[in-house]
């Protein structure tokens, strides 16, 4: 199974390409960089249906915030909101705009 989701509306919401980490197992990284130096990062291994989201700041070694999704089995974004749907069900919304924040779906 590969994980669902629109190129061009990933594009779009993370206002860039992603870079490439291979090409034949459709392996992507998104990035997203505010003013105040938050760098949020989508992973997504479409062999593999995981799907990791990190959160880091340009002056720290260490991630703030790293999530890593099994089994993930659609992406769903719009120009505001992200939302990563992982057994069938929403978990986790990601918004950009004003600030990078995460909310949790059916804990």
């Known amino acids: 199974m590969t994980i669902k989701y629109e190129e061009y509306a990933l594009l779009e919401f993370f206002c860039g390409f992603p870079e490439v980490l291979d090409e034949i197992a459709e392996v992507y990284q998104y990035f997203y960089r505010d003013k105040v130096g938050h760098i949020f990062s989508l992973y997504i291994s479409t062999f593999d249906d995981i799907a990791v ?55």
């Open 53 to 107: 989201l990190k959160l880091k700041h340009k002056k720290l070694k260490d991630p703030l915030f790293s999530l890593c999704l099994e089994d993930v089995y659609e992406i769903e974004v719009d120009k505001e909101k992200l939302t990563v749907i992982d057994a069938g069900k929403p978990f986790v919304q990601v918004r950009l705009r004003p600030s990078i924040t995460f909310k949790f779906l059916n804990l």
